[in-house]
Structure formats: C-alpha cells, structure tokens
T-cell receptor, first 115, second 113 residues
Framework: DAKTTQPTSMDCAEGRAANLPCNHS???????VYWYRQIHSQGPQYIIH???NNETNEMASLIITEDRKSSTLILPHATLRDTAVYYC????????????????FGKGTLLTVNP | GAGVSQSPRYKVAKRGQDVALRCDPI?????LFWYQQALGQGPEFLTY????????KSGLPSDRFFAERPEGSVSTLKIQRTQQEDSAVYLC???????????FGQGTRLTVV
C-alpha cells in the first residue's frame, strides 16, 4: 500500500472548520483513500473513504486532488468531541488482489479542538 | 450490543504468564482482524480471519502469539510466556466483508510487569 504523510498535530477553534491534509504521492490507480479517527482510549472509528471523486457524509467531507496525490478531510464545524488522532490510509480495492484487507496506519494527526 | 466487544478491558500479567484476550465481533460479520497498538503509535496488523479460517497471520510478532476463531464468530488472541515488550493495546475489528468498513472494539490494554 502507498505511504501517507500527515502533519503530527493541528489545532482548531470550536465551531470552525478543521481541514486535515494528507499526502499520498505514490498512490496507484486502484487505491482508495480512507480516513479513520481514534479518540483517546477508544478504538479507531471509520469516517469516510473515496477513490477520486469528492465525498461527503454526515461526519465529514473528503476532497481528493485531481492527480490524487493528496487529499483533505474537512470537519465543517468542529466540536470538542472531535479532538482525536486522525489517520489517512490508502488501500487497494477488493479486485486488485493482495492483502488489501489490511489497514496500514501511520502515526496520524492529533487534532485538538479548543474552546 | 451492536458493536465489537472486547474483554477484558485491562489486563496486568506477570512476565512469563499466559494471557487470553477475547473479541466478540458484530453479528454476521465475516471478517475479523486483530491489531496491536503500542503507546504513541498507530495500530499494527496482526492477523485476519474470514469466518473460521485464519487467512493471514503475517503480523504476529512471534510464535508466542496465537489466534483462533473456531466457530467463525468469537475470537481469542492468546499470548504465551508474556514479555514486557508485549505491553500494548490489542484491538479487534470486524467487517461485513474483507474490504468494507471495519468496526473496532475499545481494545484490551495489556501491561506486562
């Protein structure tokens, strides 16, 4: 799986949008971008994933650049409960073979939402 | 419950002791995964089951680690002769299929003293 690069930490004011960047310059055509987050003392929680189109769900939006070498996770109105480590992961799709079931976590970005 | 359940939540073991960590996946989920998370690090893959079949155990750090899922539901991760370096949070996750959204439990924090 392609390697991802994320900032170690970020701060955001409560109520403002949090924009978390991720670089995945070696991503290949069949690899999806996944985002998980891990709140302190809990297991990771799935947020969103996408291939090349922008995606939105009730938790967040995912913006993927046209060349797919980077993406941004957007939390539109951050709350204190969004303080967590956010992991950007690339993973191949089911039909590409190999061990695409694995999630390869890096160290992620610690997002701190401040009151 | 609706989520992945792991027990115990905390385990303190003396070095050399054997431990068994339990995972109850979401009902109907075919795929089950174990991950190990050291302090300050992201989770690292240990092993993967599809129903009762262990399809990948490449992440198990040594032959002291053993996982099973005999009836394709509950899984147990066993660590024999625990060492201090085994201290970590052990996370279990399940998913409906192997590449769909994975749901994680809260983990078991193992401390070897």
């Amino acid at each position: 799986d392609a390697k991802t690069t994320q900032p170690t930490s970020m701060d955001c004011a409560e109520g403002r949008a949090a924009n978390l960047p991720c670089n995945h310059s070696t991503i290949s055509g069949n690899e999806y971008v996944y985002w998980y987050r891990q709140i302190h003392s809990q297991g990771p929680q799935y947020i969103i994933h996408g291939l090349k189109n922008n995606e939105t769900n009730e938790m967040a939006s995912l913006i993927i650049t046209e060349d797919r070498k980077s993406s941004t996770l957007i939390l539109p109105h951050a709350t204190l409960r969004d303080t967590a480590v956010y992991y950007c992961i690339v993973r191949a799709d089911l039909n590409s073979g190999g061990s695409n079931y694995k999630l390869t976590f890096g160290k992620g970005t610690l997002l701190t939402v401040n009151p | 419950g609706a989520g992945v359940s792991q027990s115990p939540r905390y385990k303190v073991a003396k070095r050399g002791q054997d431990v068994a960590l339990r995972c109850d996946p979401i009902s109907g989920h075919v795929s089950l995964f174990w991950y190990q998370q050291a302090l300050g690090q992201g989770p690292e893959f240990l092993t993967y089951f599809q129903n009762e079949a262990q399809l990948d155990k490449s992440g198990l750090p040594s032959d002291r680690f053993f996982a099973e899922r005999p009836e394709g539901s509950v899984s147990t991760l066993k660590i024999q002769r625990t060492q201090q370096e085994d201290s970590a949070v052990y996370l279990c996750a399940s998913s409906f299929q192997e590449n769909t959204e994975a749901f994680f439990g809260q983990g078991t924090r193992l401390t070897v003293v």
